[in-house]
């Protein structure tokens, strides 16, 4: 009898556990077939380095018919998962942590402050009605309270910038960095929220150099950037940049070269053959130019067409508030501001064998220097 009584014990909680079961096994059996990987991020590289997509519903790998609506990231469209589906899809009861949460468009400008007062803390927007929130523990029924509409998590696979993977694997990418290389990367990371991840102290493959806000850069190995990537308080992570000077750039923007080009001009008026400045005066206010004075000293791209270089000493107002003695300026740069802006207008090139001209290098330069100098600086 006793045994019996055991065996009925065992047979009923053996269904009451394949009662709690159903709900998350139906919903893996259900969803597999909604799901789909559509991202335009290099996945084959990600994958050599520790990272995969997660492909479920969770973090908004479903079609989109099958969810609420979509939220546009860099590489793919995340389709995010309605409050009243988000357990049944997902087999999660309470949402914790960083996620995207989205309300019907537009979004009201009280809407952010609504998440605020439950505690729910919000910062970069996602188009087009999405913010990246710490829910802090709410059930999907409260969220839908709150009027959102969908739900879902960044996959770590949205989180990498492209170049820095194939950095990292050694192969060719789209521009050259020196901060990255095989054995690592200096990286630029965007958090979630303003804190860095608790445990971040403890992974051997990172090391944090600086912390401001919500930026942050380190320096990490492989491992160290896939654990970065599949950690909720991460939004974004990149290979710290290298700036370059293209002195030539701005040519083109203006269409300058087309001014400069005689046919192009001759087929509007046969009278013009080519522009670049003869006969013109060209004047710029600016901090100051090079040395100041039109001397051999000056530089060898003004030399030869310096009209004049004029220099306004402050007010004597401003001389007594400030303590300038003497009360007057040179028309000498130590910016180096008003140098650069007169080398863009009328620069001709000598200092550089004729690589970097200004838009009108044969005109005239009258310069009128107006920075007032205060203790070494303008």
Known sequence: MLAQKRRCSTLLMMLLFLQVLAPVAWASNDSLDSLE???D??????????ISPSVDAKHGWLTAENGASLTH?????VTMVAPEDWTSLTGIQVV???HLISHTYPVPTSWFDELQDVGIECHSFLPPAAF??????????????LNVEGIAAMDATDKIQSNLALGLLGLEAEYENPFVNEEGAIVNVVLSGTSLPEDIAEQPGVSVDSHSGRFSTMAADKDGISWLAQHHQIEWI???????????EGIGVMHVD???DSTTMGNIDSSWNGLDGS???VTVADTGIDNGVNNSGMHPDFADHIKGILSYPPPASTCTYYSLNPCGDSASDLDGHGTHVAGSVLGDGTDSNGAITGAAPESQLLFHAIATTLSGEE
């Open 37 to 39: 990987v559509t991202t």
């Open 132 to 145: 990246h929130c710490d829910v802090n523990g709410k059930t999907p029924q409260q969220l839908s309270a």
């Open 41 to 50: 991020a290099d996945l084959e590289s990600l994958q050599q380095i520790g």
């Open 96 to 98: 914790d942590g960083f």
């Open 279 to 281: 006969g013109i005066i």
């Open 238 to 248: 990149e290979a710290k940049p290298v700036f370059e000077i293209f002195n030539s």
């Open 73 to 77: 990231l860099l590489y793919r469209d």
């Open 258 to 260: 087309d001014l400069w």
